[in-house]
């Protein structure tokens, strides 16, 4: 089981718990444990979860969401074959745009912002590259990170 750090989660992230096969969002993280949301349908799936209040559980017991085609598209992701096929998967969100590459290990942010100086458009963009592709709750961080707050469906 793939280890999250317990600083890189935010509430609304999708994860997995090791007993739940249905994806779970983090309601609140404390030192090492993390508050899941849940609805009456995870009771049945998990003994534990309780729905008068969130259920927490040890960092250890949760693991990371793939980060797939599917749920790209779902999202809003338009595939796009791009220069050499470098950018494959473009999300277009007011004056932002992010672009992540097939595997899932390049990203480019671009925000068009308008100067009153200048009454020309102004680019601002920003290349990241990570060692291995990004988990689900990876991506989200990085979303919200650019001001982009996007309800993620699963």
Request: hydrophobic share 30%; charged share 30%.
């Amino acid at each position: 089981m793939e280890k999250i750090d317990i600083r890189d989660l935010r509430v609304g992230n999708w994860i997995y718990h090791k007993d739940c096969p249905i994806p779970l969002q983090v309601s609140g993280v404390k030192n090492n444990e993390v508050y899941l949301k849940h609805s009456f349908e995870h009771n049945r799936t998990i003994g534990f979860i309780r729905q008068d209040r969130p259920s927490a559980c040890n960092i250890d017991e949760i693991k990371p969401i793939p980060l797939t085609k599917e749920v790209l598209e779902k999202n809003g992701f338009k595939f796009k074959e791009g220069r050499f096929g470098l950018y494959s998967y473009r999300l277009v969100d007011g004056n932002d745009e992010v672009y992540l590459n097939s595997t899932f290990t390049e990203l480019e942010y671009q925000n068009v912002c308008h100067n009153y100086d200048d009454p020309d458009e102004v680019n601002y963009s920003s290349n990241m590259e990570f060692p291995k592709p990004l988990e689900l709750y990876q991506l989200q961080n990085l979303l919200r990170d650019f001001g982009i707050e996007k309800e993620i469906i699963i």
